[in-house]
Each structure stands twice: as C-alpha cells, then as structure tokens.
C-alpha cells in the first residue's frame, strides 16, 4: 500500500527544488529565501478574483466555486473605518478562511519609513451556527488569552483582541509573509535534509516551550505553522489549544475529545477516552517530519483500518523498521523518530526530551530561526 500524497490527488510534489530556497555559506551556516506569498495574490489570483465575482452581486455561486465556508461580508470588512483600520490599517488580502474565521493581511503606513510600513495578519472569528453570544465571544477570548501568554520566538506573536465594525471578534497577530508550511510543501515538494531539520528543530523548541508552559496545542499541522522569507518557523492557531498543567499543579491533567486533523492525530486519541494531549502534539511533529522529508503523509488515519497505519506498526513491531524512517541517515534521526512515532504514548518522547536528544543537538539553527524573525 503506498503512503498519501501530501495532499491528496497531486503527483508532482516530489521534485527536490531547494537550491532556490536554502543558500549553504563557508562556515558551514546555511539561509533560507522563502518566497512571500502575498505575491501569490494579484489581481488575477484565484482568491481575487473570486471576491470581486461577488462585489459584482453574483448570488447564486455554484457549488465548485466555493473554497470553504465563505462570510462574504468578511472581504469588505473595516474599508469604512473603525477601530482596527485606524490602529492596524486596511485589509489588503486574503490569507486564509476556514469554517469559523478568515484571516487577512491588513497594512498600516509609517509616514516617518517611507514606502515602508506595518503588515498584520487579522483573523475575524465567525459565529458559528446555534452559538450564542456570550459563547462566541468566549471562544474568541480563550483562544486570545492562550496565545497572548505563550511569548517565544517559534510561536506567532497575538498582538490584540477587538470587536469591527460588524460586531465580529478579531485577533491581531504578526504576520508570516512565506505562508504555512502547508504551501511551501506544495509548492516545492520534498525538504532537504538540512532545511527539514532547521525547521523541525524550532518546531521542537516551540512545542518544547508550550508543553513546559502547560498548553497542549491540540491540532499541530503544515497549516498551523507559519515560516517567514528567512525560514523562521512560527506555531500558530491556538483554537483548540488547551491549559493542561497550571503552575500550581505538580502533575498535568487529562484531556478528553477527538480534535485534530486526522493524519496528525496519535492513535491513543481513537481507543481511550482520556489522553495526554502534550504526547498527542509529539505525535503531529513526527508526522510533519517525515512528510517535510517525503512530501507524503504516512497514512490517512492512525487507526487498525488504515492499512498503511497498520504495516508500519507490524514494521516496528518486526524489529525490521520502517521503509519511509529507514531511508533517513543517521541512527539518531532514525532512533529518535521511532520514539516520537511510539504508539504506546506512555512510551513516546516528551518533546523536551526530543529537544535534548543527541539528534537535535547536532541540527544548526538558521540565523532567521535563532532571532525570531
């Protein structure tokens, strides 16, 4: 049974298109040079054309021709004034949109810079059907109050929480001009070695850092991680983010609930009720490993039925290994990714110990990675 294509349907992802992006320096340092997605969206991209389809006054919108969820008073959004306008300035662009928010650039410009400015990312939390709202504005705020604690270079930085002009909830947060590592997988296939480690190492660091806080993210996925031109790696969307060990506790508590994309969710979550959520965010980062590596997902769904689940669990049972794992040099790497992809999660790594492992000790950092930014 062969692995997913990451995504699904597309066979052009394993070309290997790194020279490009990574630029390898004497010293033995390395650059990345992402590409800003906001070029992505000109005057003739997909996402603008649709939108002024709309300002036109088609209504009636064939089924094929709509992406997701779409709020269509999102996209007009703050253009006569308001709050968020006069402190972050004007929507610019579309960034993404998913069944309860849409997240747009908006632009402020600096008078004493020149052409030069401020760029935010803006996401307008939708009220979902049948939630009321005081339940709304609570889901807004928990997600607001999570991220706004978590302070660290690999995680995107919440800047502000506040209402527009049509009463929609709105978080405010740095923005990623390389997108998600979602589109970068798209768009160039396979990582090399060095830039999937560079990567998976502030992946860790950030996760690592999370975990020690006490929040469990919940839904670590390529989407959910933001890259900036010069390859710094940001964790972000905290909605389904949860505070699993307070200060005061010695011990974190169970979570409960299946959360998660199901490619990236750790077996446990499919045959007991209550779980460790900060090994179920080890599980995603193993996954997010080998799919930067393959450009394939290693299976649909970790459950018995997944045939591909189920040959790499008789794989490492065999002691004979896994054919995705096995092609990756070095036994750290290898080793270290058995542990993180550990089906017992009592078993599996906790993510500082990844953090600590000889392994990652042995990965370089990108200067980009090492500042933040």
């Not at 747009?104 to 410009?109: G, L, S």
């Not at 007991?272 to 649909?300: Q, S």
Request: hydrophobic share 35%; charged share 25%; net charge positive.
């Amino acid at each position: 049974m062969h692995q997913p294509p990451f995504p699904p349907n597309t066979s052009n992802f394993l070309q290997n298109k790194s020279p490009g992006r990574i630029r390898y320096l004497v010293n033995g340092d390395h650059e990345h040079h992402l590409a800003n997605t906001v070029r992505m969206y000109d005057n003739d991209s997909t996402i603008t054309r649709f939108i002024r389809w709309i300002k036109k006054g088609n209504q009636t919108i064939p089924s094929d021709r709509v992406p997701l969820a779409i709020d269509y008073d999102i996209f007009s959004t703050a253009e006569h004034g308001g709050t968020i306008e006069s402190k972050y300035g004007r929507y610019k662009e579309v960034l993404g949109w998913g069944s309860s928010s849409t997240v747009k650039m908006a632009y402020k410009p600096n008078p004493h810079h020149g052409p030069k400015g401020y760029t935010y990312a803006v996401k307008a939390f939708r009220q979902r059907a049948n939630e009321s709202h005081s339940a709304y504005h609570k889901r807004a705020s928990a997600e607001f109050c999570i991220a706004t604690t978590l302070q660290h270079k690999n995680i995107v930085h919440t800047i502000d929480l506040l209402s527009d002009d049509h009463g929609r909830m709105c978080q405010v947060m740095e923005f990623c001009a390389a997108g998600d590592l979602c589109a970068l997988l798209i768009s160039a296939g396979k990582l090399d070695e060095t830039e999937a480690d560079c990567l998976f190492k502030q992946l860790i660091r950030g996760v690592a850092y999370m975990h020690d806080t006490g929040v469990a993210h919940r839904d670590l996925k390529p989407e959910n991680i933001l890259l900036t031109t010069l390859g710094c790696l940001k964790i972000s969307d905290f909605g389904m983010a949860e505070c699993v060990q307070y200060a005061w506790e010695k011990i974190g508590h169970r979570s409960k609930g299946l959360q998660g994309s199901k490619p990236y969710v750790a077996p446990e979550i499919y045959i007991t009720e209550h779980f460790d959520a900060r090994a179920i965010d080890v599980w995603a980062t193993g996954i997010m490993y080998v799919a930067m590596r393959t450009a394939r997902l290693m299976w649909t769904k970790a459950e018995e039925t997944d045939s591909t689940f189920k040959k790499f669990k008789l794989s490492c049972g065999s002691g004979e290994g896994y054919r995705p794992i096995e092609q990756f040099e070095g036994a750290h790497r290898r080793q270290l990714l058995y542990s993180i992809l550990q089906t017992n999660p009592r078993k599996r790594n906790k993510s500082s110990e990844i953090l600590d492992s000889q392994w990652l000790a042995d990965i370089v950092v990108c200067k980009a990675g090492q500042r933040g930014y």
